[in-house]
């Protein structure tokens, strides 16, 4: 838990450990969404396991890249931060026995995550006007959710299972990776506009509410950036 807390700091430390380079930064803002290929949430309860699909998150952040070469070829490393959340209605399902009969229990989530990241990256620039970079690195997200005004009952196996009763809330701190590429071009002096994908990888134990989350998929960003 400690190293996890330590990760956390890292993006809000970039700044201190810039002051010792002299390559300019690019100062990234990044808005998109995430669509998960295995966004799942998982319930059990009294042995009876229920599977939901989470489809997209929408994302928010920011991002500071600092080239160590500064050159048509070049590397350095990358911190930052995004906000996501989800408030919607989420539809549980399993199966009933050997005929496979699914039953379906609707539970109305909120659900905020703060993510974290650093790692290192690689560029190419053309005739100083549009860079390509591929970076990647561990992240670690803080993820809370709620589950509010449930009171659902399903048959399963001729047993009555209750699902939820109330109001719910769990939170979770984890340790996943990320890889990215993305393209930009110069449309100022110091401003640059581009595109990026974001593969995203991390699990987090929401159990007593939303449940086992896993948030496996790419992320499709618009970025402005400015030269600093």
């Known amino acids: 838990m400690r190293f996890l807390f330590l990760l956390l700091l890292l993006p809000f430390m970039s700044t201190v450990w810039a002051q010792g380079t002299t390559a300019g930064q690019y100062v990234q ?65 399993a199966k009933s026995g050997g005929n496979g009969t699914q039953v379906r229990v609707n539970v109305d989530n909120a659900f905020w995550a703060i993510e974290t990241f650093m790692g290192g990256y690689l560029q190419l620039k053309a005739a100083d006007r549009a860079r390509l970079y591929v970076s990647g690195g561990p992240l670690v997200m803080f993820g809370y959710a709620e589950s509010e005004d449930v009171d659902d009952e399903v048959t399963i196996q001729s047993a009555t299972v209750i699902i939820k009763d109330g109001d719910s809330s769990d939170y979770d701190l984890s340790l996943g990776w990320y890889g990215r590429a993305g393209a930009e071009i110069r449309v100022g002096k110091n401003t640059w506009i581009g595109a990026s994908v974001r593969y ?29």
């Not at 350095?76 to 989800?86: M, N, P, R, T």
């Not at 699990?203 to 989350?213: A, K, Q, R, T, V």
């Open 29 to 93: 803002f990044l808005a998109g969404e995430l669509h998960l290929g295995d966004g799942s949430a998982s319930i059990t309860h009294e042995d009876t396991g229920f599977e939901a699909e989470v489809s997209t998150l929408p994302y928010l952040g920011g991002a500071v890249q600092q080239p160590l070469r500064d050159r048509r070829f070049g590397y350095g490393w990358e911190a930052g931060a995004f906000l996501s959340w989800k408030n919607d209605q989420v539809s549980y399902y």
């Open 200 to 228: 995203m990888d991390v699990e987090l134990d929401l159990s007593d509410s939303l449940g086992d989350f896993s948030i496996d998929g790419e992320m499709y960003l618009l970025t402005v950036s400015n030269r600093y």
